[in-house]
Structures are given as structure tokens and as C-alpha cells.
């Protein structure tokens, strides 16, 4: 009886990229991580890996119209939209691993329960639970959008670092507030860390690309987010 349950973790550990019995969160920073969001190694989207995952790109209007309100980057939500979808965010596996992993993520985000609450206190979306999150894409992306909303609040005045705001966030929003302020104050990221901004970085073009479809004019950026 045991055989076949443990044939179903070993694929379903292909598909999270995450081993049984792992964290379900292998992104760290530089020392004491203490990561809330983003999670997994990171690597080329998992559409362009030769999944069934859906282009990032179908998102790119909800991801305008959420991160508006909340004062945030389209391109840069947008961009964070793509280093996440390392993985499958299918629906029924995501609760799967989650019942083994009560650390897991959920959502095309990959947002963990903290965060998720966090964002949601005191905002329009209050009464939804982080149990939504993989049936609900634009539920993700609005709490993905005030989650960073609230890591921009929490950078100092004045960062020393020659990281931009954009990078900052997506580090905050990767490894946690915490790891982002260090960031901030001079702290160099570690191989994880810089991993997340280079893969940032790989699909800040396409971030653009995609909102441009969407009808949304990204504003001209470097190469480097």
C-alpha cells in the first residue's frame, strides 16, 4: 500500500521541484534568511522548459490592473510573475505538496501564509483566505502587488546600496523584509539571492513585452532591473 504513495511523491516532487521531505523554499539570501515569499530554486520560466504551464504573459492584465492601486511597477510585478512560474502552479498538486510541506506556497506567486496575511490586513481583499490562492490567480496577483507595496515601506530613507528600488523589492519579496533591508544597508546578496535578481533581470524584457501586449506602455528600463 505504501509503494504507490511514495511513486506519487517522487512525481509529485518533479513537478514542485522540491524533494520529499524538503522545505518547499531552497531561495536564500545572504545570512539568515527568513524568507515569507518566493520560494524553489530558481530557473528559465517553466513554459519556456517544455511544461504544460501556461505563458505568464495571459496575467499580464490582471497584473496591471493590481498594481496600480497599490503604487507598484507593472513591469516589476510583472517580471516576479515570471521568476516564479519555475514550477507548475497546478491547482491539486500545490494542496498535495502542501499537506507534506505545511511551508509550502501557494498561488502563481508562490506566496506563503504569512506574507498572504500580511497583505490582506486592513485591505479590500481581507476576507479571502491563502487557501484560495492556486484557484485564484487575480486573488495572487492583488495580494503579490500590496505585499510589495508594503516591502517598499519598510526600506530605509536612504538605502546604501547601489541595488535599484525594483531589485530591492523583488529581493524583499523573494527573501523577506529582513534580508532586504540588509540589502539595503550594504549587505551584498547571496548566490541565491543574485540568482533571483539575475532571473529578474532575463525577464525584465519580456515583463515589458508582455504588459505592451496588454496594452499597458512599460516605461524604457535597462537591461538590469
Not at 504513495?5 to 539568515?32: D, I, K, R
Not at 528559465?44 to 496591471?64: E, L, M
Not at 507593472?74 to 505545511?102: C, F, G, T
Not at 497583505?119 to 510589495?148: C, H, I, K
Request: aromatic letters at 6%; charged letters at 15%; one cysteine or more.
Amino acid at each position: 500500500m505504501w509503494r504507490p504513495l511514495t511513486v506519487g511523491l517522487v512525481a509529485l516532487a518533479t513537478l514542485t521541484g522540491c524533494a520529499p521531505g524538503g522545505t518547499g523554499n531552497t531561495t536564500a539570501a545572504g545570512p539568515g534568511s527568513g524568507a515569507t515569499v518566493g520560494a524553489g530554486a530558481v530557473g528559465p520560466s517553466a513554459d519556456a522548459a517544455g511544461t504544460n504551464q501556461p505563458d505568464p504573459a495571459q496575467y499580464a492584465g490582471v497584473v496591471i490592473r493590481e498594481a496600480g492601486p497599490a503604487g507598484i511597477d507593472a513591469r516589476l510585478l510583472m517580471a516576479i510573475v515570471y521568476n516564479e512560474s519555475y514550477k507548475p502552479h497546478d491547482a491539486a498538486s500545490e494542496r498535495l505538496w502542501q499537506a507534506l510541506n505545511p511551508n509550502a506556497s501557494f498561488g502563481i506567486v508562490n506566496m506563503h501564509r504569512a506574507a498572504f496575511d500580511q497583505a490582506r490586513r486592513g485591505r479590500s481583499f481581507s476576507n479571502r483566505q491563502w487557501t484560495e490562492l492556486p484557484d485564484d490567480p487575480a486573488l495572487a496577483l492583488q495580494a503579490a502587488a500590496w505585499y510589495l507595496h508594503d516591502l517598499a515601506l519598510m526600506l530605509p530613507a536612504a538605502p546604501r546600496t547601489t541595488l535599484t528600488h525594483d531589485q530591492l523589492l523583488a529581493l524583499g519579496y523573494n527573501t523577506g523584509p529582513t534580508n532586504m533591508r540588509r540589502f539595503a544597508n550594504g549587505v551584498p546578496p547571496g548566490p541565491m539571492a543574485q540568482t533571483y535578481l539575475d532571473t529578474l533581470s532575463a525577464n525584465w524584457d519580456r515583463a515589458a513585452a508582455a504588459l505592451a501586449n496588454a496594452g499597458h506602455a512599460a516605461p524604457v528600463a535597462p537591461a538590469r532591473a
